[in-house]
């Protein structure tokens, strides 16, 4: 179904769901400063975007930890910019495809394969991960 502007899209959130199969690779890494629990949360929240509030469709081919010193570097952003209680901040890479039409691929070239791709999500103790910035 195309979309046009205007379009109201209903999305449904089955509760309690087993994951879905994803198709994307995700490398953890190494952190002393995070749970692969907090981060499969983070990456939840990365993909609830990506599918659903971006306006352009993409495919996600892999999703990677940055490190513990990128997400503690970005932490002084939000005691700068903030005024919520965010206490942690963690950075996503992301590698994705964008779609081959020229109308569908929005300010991404067409047909391109973007790797690095920045999420940086700050939350605050035992909170949700917040989507606050991405960027390539």
Request: charged fraction near 25%; aromatic fraction near 14%.
């Amino acid at each position: 179904g195309e979309c046009k502007p205007g379009d109201i899209i209903y999305n449904t959130i089955e509760e309690n769901t087993e994951p879905t199969e994803t198709n994307y690779e995700v490398d953890y890494g190494t952190s002393e400063l995070y749970s692969q629990e907090d981060m499969d949360s983070a990456i939840a929240a990365i993909m609830n975007e990506f599918n659903n509030e971006w306006q352009v469709k993409c495919e996600m081919h892999k999703i990677y930890y940055a490190g513990d010193e990128i997400s503690q570097n970005e932490l002084w952003h939000v005691q700068l910019s903030s005024i919520a209680p965010f206490t942690q901040s963690l950075v996503m890479y992301s590698d994705f495809h964008s779609p081959v039409n020229p109308e569908e691929a929005g300010a991404f070239d067409p047909d391109q394969e973007y790797t690095n791709y920045n999420w940086i999500l700050w939350r605050e103790d035992g909170g949700e991960w917040i989507v606050v910035d991405r960027w390539y």
